[in-house]
């Protein structure tokens, strides 16, 4: 969305992310799996994620992201060998950073990478035990901590929980090996660079949700006809057309993520709809616009029965007091 | 107030093309000058503990320190121990003032305003980082007493109708309907640019729209972190590492008033949200005194009584800095917010005619006239006449609204001619009161039309939350059946693994 807002408006800011947060999220997972993840692995054994007996660490990080992986092809090899050696018995009981897996091509969608921030596994009991981990590095507020990052975040390894099926499904492995439903966030604790552990996040409803969108996504390329592009600022000029062209539904939550947010917000200005003031407001006036809304207001009568309906709900509902 | 009339509000100042009041009455507690700490922060991305800070009191120029690097702990924690005396001298800790929390009936009522949500969140983040600190330096104990004021804070603001911790957005919501949306309300920016920015719709919602473009929260915008911070703070990491003091005193200088524009800006704006406040032609509500002073010994217990035990050398129980672990402190909690919530309303509703008509609405009270007045048996026949099917129930209790003191309970209700008798609660008037007030059997009330107002009984729902919060021993307390909490985390803090400690059973 931030190439089309840019195409929509070359001096529309870029969201970006801060340089020091960016810096800071490299470092600490750099520290989570230094020493061969000593730390990571203590505040799992203590969180109840992995038992207390786990030591085993691999890094499927390639060179870009810090690793020692030739590049991201080989990420996600090691990650396929990696899963069809536990299907055939290996032990191991630890965790493994940065793990990939690459979901088979769809009909029309591209095959898609996926990296796991870290994968615990145990292989203890009858099958082996696969589950998802996501490092984030704000702070762990404890019952306070943002119930919007954190349903992302669980969105997230919801989405991985599903990958994970598929790409067990495609190795013919779905038997042998048996993704966790409950995941495991990494915050940090505020004011220094060590974990919080947050464990049992349970994913079973995210990860049905990521599926659902899966299938969506997949019935949209098909309409799509294979017009789909990688979102880049230099994407050719039909295929984001078709985007800017596309008709969007502008909401409160768009604020706050969406860069082409103002550009919407203006349009719905322009086009004198209740949503520039806010959903509440859209659903309040029905359709009616927001000029007509006030004319009504003001003692304008009501030319059809929508217009009726809104001017009742219009009146003062307070009481005059004596 | 209910949803719709919210957003008809929103409609009403959309026509008018400007905020319109909220209330008959400011219903925000402004202390004096010398009674308020503003105070605004800013942070590193990523980051949870302050890179820069301006405090002080509106009239005069605020103190504004920040650090070089925001990361680093020790140049954070320097200026946090001078915010930290500022802070505690000003709620009068005895360790750092000449006075105590303790003399919270006679002292003037104290308040901290901050711009908007994220500088309150960072009350949260201050209790995070030193509440418990094991860090080692040796004012580390002001450090923990600045995070168990900040913890204390960030609990009293979560509590309904306080007047001590103050978010200029919100402060400025509660007196105004703004024509946006709830989202952009956030943004004090925003807010005060639909206050004064000009005299037409049009110029005040450009001057909200540039007013959203500057960053007013904690963090602060991504580009000017990268474009200018960024080269400046590795310009003095690496002066430091090679020893090159003019260019570490350079990029220091460099970034100071880089961070200091920002802090200003922030600090400056609470402050016009403070002005725009105290300008405001509506008087404030008579309610909010006795809202301050309940609030003021709410915060004693919170607060105040446990810095003054640990001061003394005992050991306080301080509240949890995650939340609460335990199901009876939690039901305590709940309860007690419910309390305030009753509180908040019953203060503030006697003040404001318009909160009044919110309260009827809601099915708070009745319109009724008087139909007569016994004066052997001190009981009232009334005819309401709003709303049409009330729930009123004999045994509710109702006040007069504007006179809480004179209150009445329902005898008798009949739906059909909606007719009610009540009976006088209170003995005897008063002459000299002023307004005089009025004896229970005195004739001059027939005839009259009176809104009574639901008396909301929140000294008793305060009991219920004793009561919940109370240790037993038997199977009859549904707390008592709640599993103990498993914990399915593990914490650690700068030192490594932290032991947790759970709320005393």
Same mark, same amino acid.
């Given at each position: 969305m931030g190439a089309a807002a840019r195409r929509e408006n070359p001096d529309a800011p870029r969201a970006g992310q801060s340089p020091f947060a960016l810096a800071l999220g490299r470092t600490f997972e750099a520290r989570l799996i230094d020493q061969s993840a000593e730390l990571l692995l203590e505040s799992l054994q203590r969180a109840g994620v992995i038992s207390t007996t786990s030591r085993d660490f691999e890094d499927h990080r390639w060179r870009d992201n810090g690793g020692k992986l030739g590049?991201?092809?080989?990420?996600?090899?090691?990650?396929?060998?990696?899963?069809?050696?536990?299907?055939?018995?290996?032990?191991?009981?630890?965790?493994?950073?940065?793990?990939?897996?690459?979901?088979?091509?769809?009909?029309?969608?591209?095959?898609?990478?996926?990296?796991?921030?870290?994968l615990a596994v145990q292989t203890g009991g009858e099958i082996p035990v696969i589950a998802v981990g996501e490092i984030k590095t704000y702070p762990d507020q404890g019952g306070h901590t943002s119930r919007a990052d954190l349903a992302t975040a669980r969105a997230q390894m919801g989405l991985y929980v599903h990958a994970l099926e598929v790409t067990l499904a495609a190795q013919n492995l779905t038997n042998k090996i048996k993704v966790d439903t409950y995941g495991f966030l990494v915050l940090r604790h505020a004011g220094s660079m060590n974990p919080n552990i947050r464990a049992r996040e349970d994913l079973r409803y995210q990860r049905e949700?990521?599926?659902?969108?899966?299938?969506?996504?997949?019935?949209?390329?098909?309409?799509?006809?294979?017009?789909?592009?990688?979102?880049?600022?230099?994407?050719?000029?039909?295929l984001m057309d078709l985007v800017l062209n596309a008709s969007t539904s502008?909401?409160?939550?768009?604020?706050?993520?969406?860069?082409?947010?103002?550009?919407?917000?203006?349009?719905?200005?322009?086009?004198?709809?209740?949503?520039?003031?806010?959903?509440?407001?859209?659903?309040?006036? =029905?359709?009616?616009?927001?000029?007509?809304?006030?004319?009504?207001?003001?003692?304008q009568p009501a030319t059809? !029965?929508?217009?009726?309906?809104?001017?009742?709900?219009?009146?003062?509902?307070?009481p005059e007091l004596p | 107030m209910s949803d719709a009339l919210e957003t008809l509000l929103r409609l009403r100042a959309w026509e008018q093309g400007k905020p319109i009041n909220r209330g008959q009455r400011v219903n925000v507690a402004i202390s004096d000058d010398e009674d308020i700490m503003s105070v605004a922060f800013l942070r590193m991305g990523g980051e949870s503990r302050p890179w820069g800070v301006a405090f002080g009191n509106p009239g005069s120029p605020p103190t504004v320190l920040s650090v070089p690097d925001g990361r680093d702990q020790t140049l954070v924690g320097d200026t946090m121990v001078i915010l930290a005396k500022a802070l505690l001298e000003f709620f009068r800790h005895p360790g750092f003032s000449t006075s105590s929390p303790d003399n919270f009936e006679v002292e003037s009522a104290r308040q901290i305003w901050?711009?908007?949500?994220?500088?309150?969140?960072?009350?949260?983040?201050?209790?995070?980082?030193?509440?418990?600190?094991?860090?080692?330096?040796?004012?580390?104990?002001?450090?923990?007493?600045?995070?168990?004021?900040?913890?204390?804070?960030?609990?009293?603001?979560?509590?309904?109708?306080?007047?001590?911790?103050?978010?200029? $957005?919100?402060?400025?919501?509660?007196?105004?309907?703004?024509?946006?949306?709830?989202?952009?309300?956030?943004?004090? &920016?925003?807010?005060?640019?639909?206050?004064?920015?000009?005299?037409?719709?049009?110029d005040r919602i450009g001057a909200a729209t540039r007013a959203e473009e500057q960053s007013v929260a904690t963090m602060l915008n991504p580009e000017l972190e990268r474009s200018s911070l960024e080269p400046l703070v590795d310009r003095w990491n690496e002066?430091?590492?090679?020893?090159?003091? @003019?260019?570490?005193?350079?990029?220091?200088?460099?970034?100071?008033?880089?961070? @200091?524009?920002?802090?200003?800006?922030?600090?400056?704006?609470?402050?016009?949200?403070?002005?725009?406040?105290?300008?405001?032609?509506?008087?404030?509500?008579?309610?909010l005194s006795e809202l301050v002073k309940s609030g003021a010994r709410q915060f004693h217990e919170l607060w105040g009584s446990r810095?003054?035990?640990?001061?003394?050398?005992?050991?306080?129980?301080?509240?949890?800095?995650?939340?609460?672990? =335990?199901?009876?402190?939690?039901?305590?909690?709940?309860?007690?917010?419910?309390?305030?919530?009753?509180?908040a309303r019953a203060r503030l509703v006697h003040g404001d005619r318009e909160l009044q008509r919110e309260q009827l609405a809601a099915g708070h009270g009745v319109i009724?006239?008087?139909?007569?007045?016994? $004066?052997? $048996?001190?009981?009232?026949?009334?005819?309401?006449?709003?709303?049409?099917?009330? @729930?009123?129930?004999? &045994?509710?209790?109702?006040?007069? !609204?504007?006179?809480?003191t004179e209150q009445f309970v329902v005898r008798s209700v009949d739906l059909e001619s909606r007719e009610m008798e009540i009976e006088p609660q209170w003995k005897k008037g008063n002459s000299k009161a002023n307004p005089p007030k009025l004896g229970p059997t005195d004739s001059s009330w027939k005839g009259r039309e009176l809104v009574l107002l639901d008396d909301a009984p929140f000294s008793l729902t305060r009991n219920l939350a004793f009561r919940a919060r109370k240790r037993t021993t038997g199977v009859s307390d549904i707390l008592d059946l709640v599993q103990p909490y498993v914990r399915n985390q593990a914490t650690n803090d700068e030192l490594g693994a932290m032991t947790e400690v759970g709320e005393s059973e």
């Amino acid at each position: 969305m931030g190439a089309a807002a840019r195409r929509e408006n070359p001096d529309a800011p870029r969201a970006g992310q801060s340089p020091f947060a960016l810096a800071l999220g490299r470092t600490f997972e750099a520290r989570l799996i230094d020493q061969s993840a000593e730390l990571l692995l203590e505040s799992l054994q203590r969180a109840g994620v992995i038992s207390t007996t786990s030591r085993d660490f691999e890094d499927h990080r390639w060179r870009d992201n810090g690793g020692k992986l030739g590049d991201l092809d080989s990420s996600v090899e090691k990650g396929r060998l990696f899963l069809g050696d536990l299907a055939a018995g290996r032990p191991f009981n630890g965790v493994i950073s940065s793990f990939t897996v690459r979901i088979p091509k769809g009909i029309m969608l591209p095959e898609a990478n996926l990296i796991v921030d870290v994968l615990a596994v145990q292989t203890g009991g009858e099958i082996p035990v696969i589950a998802v981990g996501e490092i984030k590095t704000y702070p762990d507020q404890g019952g306070h901590t943002s119930r919007a990052d954190l349903a992302t975040a669980r969105a997230q390894m919801g989405l991985y929980v599903h990958a994970l099926e598929v790409t067990l499904a495609a190795q013919n492995l779905t038997n042998k090996i048996k993704v966790d439903t409950y995941g495991f966030l990494v915050l940090r604790h505020a004011g220094s660079m060590n974990p919080n552990i947050r464990a049992r996040e349970d994913l079973r409803y995210q990860r049905e949700r990521a599926r659902r969108g899966f299938e969506l996504m997949e019935s949209s390329a098909l309409r799509l006809n294979g017009r789909y592009g990688g979102g880049e600022d230099e994407e050719e000029t039909d295929l984001m057309d078709l985007v800017l062209n596309a008709s969007t539904s502008f909401q409160d939550s768009c604020v706050a993520f969406c860069e082409r947010a103002a550009s919407c917000y203006s349009k719905a200005m322009r086009e004198d709809r209740g949503v520039a003031l806010g959903d509440d407001v859209d659903k309040f006036l =029905n359709g009616v616009s927001l000029s007509r809304a006030i004319e009504l207001l003001r003692g304008q009568p009501a030319t059809n !029965a929508v217009e009726s309906d809104l001017f009742q709900r219009m009146i003062d509902p307070l009481p005059e007091l004596p | 107030m209910s949803d719709a009339l919210e957003t008809l509000l929103r409609l009403r100042a959309w026509e008018q093309g400007k905020p319109i009041n909220r209330g008959q009455r400011v219903n925000v507690a402004i202390s004096d000058d010398e009674d308020i700490m503003s105070v605004a922060f800013l942070r590193m991305g990523g980051e949870s503990r302050p890179w820069g800070v301006a405090f002080g009191n509106p009239g005069s120029p605020p103190t504004v320190l920040s650090v070089p690097d925001g990361r680093d702990q020790t140049l954070v924690g320097d200026t946090m121990v001078i915010l930290a005396k500022a802070l505690l001298e000003f709620f009068r800790h005895p360790g750092f003032s000449t006075s105590s929390p303790d003399n919270f009936e006679v002292e003037s009522a104290r308040q901290i305003w901050l711009p908007g949500p994220t500088h309150i969140e960072m009350l949260h983040f201050l209790a995070l980082t030193y509440a418990k600190t094991r860090f080692k330096r040796d004012d580390v104990e002001v450090l923990q007493c600045l995070g168990n004021l900040a913890n204390c804070l960030y609990i009293e603001h979560q509590r309904p109708g306080q007047q001590i911790v103050i978010s200029a $957005a919100a402060a400025l919501r509660e007196c105004f309907v703004f024509p946006s949306a709830a989202i952009r309300q956030a943004h004090l &920016g925003h807010l005060l640019g639909w206050l004064k920015g000009g005299s037409s719709r049009a110029d005040r919602i450009g001057a909200a729209t540039r007013a959203e473009e500057q960053s007013v929260a904690t963090m602060l915008n991504p580009e000017l972190e990268r474009s200018s911070l960024e080269p400046l703070v590795d310009r003095w990491n690496e002066a430091k590492v090679s020893g090159n003091k @003019t260019d570490e005193s350079e990029s220091e200088r460099a970034i100071s008033r880089l961070l @200091t524009k920002e802090l200003i800006s922030r600090w400056n704006l609470t402050n016009d949200a403070i002005a725009v406040l105290r300008a405001d032609q509506r008087k404030s509500n008579s309610g909010l005194s006795e809202l301050v002073k309940s609030g003021a010994r709410q915060f004693h217990e919170l607060w105040g009584s446990r810095a003054v035990k640990e001061y003394d050398g005992d050991i306080p129980y301080w509240p949890n800095v995650y939340t609460d672990t =335990n199901s009876k402190t939690s039901a305590f909690g709940y309860i007690m917010r419910n309390a305030a919530n009753q509180e908040a309303r019953a203060r503030l509703v006697h003040g404001d005619r318009e909160l009044q008509r919110e309260q009827l609405a809601a099915g708070h009270g009745v319109i009724a006239r008087v139909v007569s007045v016994s $004066a052997a $048996a001190a009981s009232w026949r009334l005819q309401y006449s709003y709303p049409p099917l009330p @729930t009123i129930e004999p &045994g509710d209790y109702f006040v007069i !609204a504007g006179s809480p003191t004179e209150q009445f309970v329902v005898r008798s209700v009949d739906l059909e001619s909606r007719e009610m008798e009540i009976e006088p609660q209170w003995k005897k008037g008063n002459s000299k009161a002023n307004p005089p007030k009025l004896g229970p059997t005195d004739s001059s009330w027939k005839g009259r039309e009176l809104v009574l107002l639901d008396d909301a009984p929140f000294s008793l729902t305060r009991n219920l939350a004793f009561r919940a919060r109370k240790r037993t021993t038997g199977v009859s307390d549904i707390l008592d059946l709640v599993q103990p909490y498993v914990r399915n985390q593990a914490t650690n803090d700068e030192l490594g693994a932290m032991t947790e400690v759970g709320e005393s059973e």
